[in-house]
């Protein structure tokens, strides 16, 4: 039988398996202390966009029925290698805001006992321990609300319902540094300043590279969608950012949503964008740039007086005009993969970071561990390093077979491309001319990483970095887990850390 959540079953949930670890919960749960729960098992790996994207339904679902037995637990069945380690899955959690209890599905044995074969996947075990619905794929609210207040009136009648919510205490956990998980930088013109966004402070900051100083703030800092002054704007986990004269170009995630800060009047704007999540568009789609739904803009590059967009959850790249005001599909039919050639035949796998050289576009392709290139004037796409959707390590050498693990930014200089190869918590550099990696920062071999803080640490390494930039012979890195922006310096060869200073 078929329910508008997916199939309807009634198989025996299997129970958690007793010895793995747990986030947000000081104890382990179990389908046993929920009897008379409605537990909606969440099937996550946190690298993924559609999964990302259920984030705010699941925090709006616990909302909604915060008085009611109903209890929404993320099973973390990792895709990624660095995925599968508990500390790096607890970062994600405190990164993504995610205040429902998470287990660590070790070995995936939870994904296999459900019979799931897809990120994301919604389970909904009935307060009877019986599977009752599983679907793959996002899901809306709406549809979540509705079976579960269905599910809560037939069993509030039949008496099988707990009276009340069972208590899950959270460990709490107090840190305020000055940035919190920066994701991206840019420099200006000049290169006397750059901008970060300083991504769950909800802000974009502009500061001095030589002492670290923040000279101007943009946003609130609350979490919001709103237009106005530097001081009253509101975003929503910011991340890519381009620096254009007296003008910075916003791609506000969390909003799906293109904004502008202008230096000079300090306000920001809404250029593109509702402040809702889109779906899939047709190709020959063209239309008002405020009326469109966009999905997780993640960075944005110039060229040719057109804004290009890393559409991360359409696996696209699409073109804001800023004459007409019009958005449409640029590169990339929607499907996900590793796919070359023509505009229109091309595929991406969640494209997270843009940069351009010249008449060529790199693009940072992490769900398929690749970096892709787009000769602009030829309109066409090629891959300079990627295998496929699941193929990735941390291995140098020749283009061909070497391997990177989900690299969210990049840039490109001189034959060279400089890679945050963010699960492997290192910078590579790719020689276009030799057609060779190597690594910058990090290690070839997996090691265990040394977090800012650990007094354990000598040398601080970096932590899934998110952003590299090049200015004059030093790189600025967004070490996005150590909540650091640090400087490589390629004469040297060292490794330092800029203190951000308020």
Known sequence: MLSSLGRMVSSKAPEFPKDFNWINTTEPLSLAKLKGHIVILDFWTYGCINCIHMVPTFEKLQEAFKDQPVVVIGVHSAKFTNEQKAENIAEAVRRYEITH??????????????????????????????????????????????????????????????????????????????????????????????????????????????????????????????????????????????????????????????????????????????????????????????????????????????????????????????????VFPFAGNGGEGIVDGDYRNSEFAQPSGLFIDGDFLYVADPESSGIRSIDLKKKFVGTISGHGLFVFGNKDGKLNQALMQHPYGLCANDGKVYVADTYNSAIRMIDLKEETVVTLVGTPTEKSFCKYGDPKCDTIGLYEPSDVKLMGNRLFIADTNNHLIRIFDLESMLLSTLEIKQ
């Not at 074969?117 to 599983?134: E, L």
């Not at 579960?148 to 319902?161: A, E, I, K």
């Not at 008002?288 to 993640?298: E, G, N």
């Open 101 to 326: 209890p998470v287990v660590v599905d070790e070995k995936m044995q939870i994904w296999k006992s459900y019979g799931v074969n897809a990120w994301p996947t919604i389970v909904i075990v009935g307060p009877k321990g019986n599977i009752v619905r599983k679907k793959s794929g996002e899901t809306g609210f709406a549809e979540l609300d509705g079976i579960v207040q269905m599910l809560l009136d037939d069993h509030r009648d039949d008496g099988t319902l707990a009276k009340k919510r069972i208590g899950i205490k959270m460990p709490s956990v107090k840190e305020r540094r000055v940035l919190a998980y920066p994701q991206k930088v840019a420099f200006s013109l000049d290169g006397t300043a750059f901008a970060l966004s300083d991504t769950d402070h909800n802000r974009i900051l502009i500061v001095n590279p030589k002492d670290g100083k923040i000279t101007t703030a943009i946003g609130s800092g609350e979490k919001g969608f709103e237009d106005g002054s530097f001081e009253a704007a509101q975003f929503l986990k910011p991340r890519g950012i381009l620096w254009i004269d007296e003008m910075i170009y916003i791609a506000d995630t969390g909003n799906h949503a293109v904004r502008t800060a202008d230096l000079k009047k300090k306000t920001v704007s809404t250029i593109a964008g509702t402040g809702t999540q889109g779906g899939y568009y047709p190709l020959e789609f063209s239309g008002d740039a405020l009326s469109t739904d966009l999905s997780s803009p993640w960075d944005i590059a110039q060229y040719d007086g057109r804004l290009i967009i890393a559409m991360a959850g359409l696996h696209q790249l699409w073109s804001y005009e800023p004459k007409s005001r019009l």
